[in-house]
């Protein structure tokens, strides 16, 4: 069984500044994706940034990039030039590569942009 | 292009009465998800549908939860009869489900249920 572990269940940040979240995951399988979702308080899930685990090069989108070690099995988000629209719940997720999609959470991070 | 639709967005109910959740994927998505999300918890899978048949419904409490997806469209998610710990975000959500990796799922705002 897969589980996802985000160590920090609070961050705040100052609004510009650069913020990194943290996620580790276990599993047994050699290929497999990642992804960030943010929750705003609407509750609705949004589709951050994804990583496929047999690419080496870690995913950016706009503001958003991940550290991706493999190894290690850890999948750090890090967001830049931080907005107050990031203040959000956001949680890493994890689906192996089977091509039957089915996402298992870790636990969030809520995180508050500071004005 | 229309997102996962929800309703009823909120649902107050007594323990032991029934409540029931309908959702509308996004056109032509083949697999429907329904995750049940607790209060600074993260998801958790209920059931898994592909096209109308199940795929994975281990983590659904089949003593008081049902779900169908008759026409492999549209789903609906009841509860019968309640418990105050069922008190949750339920989200629907969608993939198109080609079997090949790595399709992005689509979630809905959700459906908040109190009970009381």
């Known amino acids: 069984a897969q589980t996802v572990t985000q160590s920090q269940p609070e961050m705040s940040v100052q609004e510009a500044e650069t913020v990194t979240l943290s996620c580790t995951y276990d599993?047994?399988?050699?290929?497999?994706?990642l992804f960030w979702y943010k929750q705003p308080p609407s509750r609705q899930m949004i589709l951050v940034i994804r990583q496929e685990a047999y690419k080496q090069q870690n995913a950016t989108e706009n503001r958003f990039s991940v550290n991706f070690q493999k190894a290690a099995k850890s999948f750090s988000l890090k967001i830049s030039d931080s907005q107050l629209g990031d203040t959000a719940m956001y949680f890493c997720?994890?689906?192996?590569?089977?091509?039957?999609?089915?996402?298992?959470f870790g636990t969030g991070t809520r995180l508050t942009i500071i004005p | 292009e229309a997102g996962v639709a929800q309703s009823p967005r909120y649902k107050i109910i007594e323990k032991r009465q029934s409540v029931a959740f309908w959702c509308n994927p996004i056109s032509g998505h083949a697999t429907l998800y329904w995750y049940q999300q607790i209060l600074g918890q993260g998801p958790k899978l209920l059931i898994q549908f592909q096209n109308n048949g199940v795929v994975d419904d281990s983590q659904l409490p089949k003593d008081r939860f049902s779900a169908e997806r008759l026409k492999g469209v549209d789903s609906t998610l009841k509860i019968q009869p309640a418990k105050l710990e069922d008190s949750a975000v339920y989200l629907c959500?969608?993939?198109?489900?080609?079997?090949?990796?790595?399709?992005?799922?689509?979630f809905g705002e959700g459906s908040w249920l109190t009970v009381v």
């Open positions: 997720a994890f689906t192996p590569n089977f091509g039957n999609e089915k996402l298992t």
């Open positions: 959500a969608s993939s198109l489900g080609t079997g090949l990796s790595g399709n992005t799922i689509y």
């Open positions: 599993t047994s399988e050699s290929n497999y994706y």
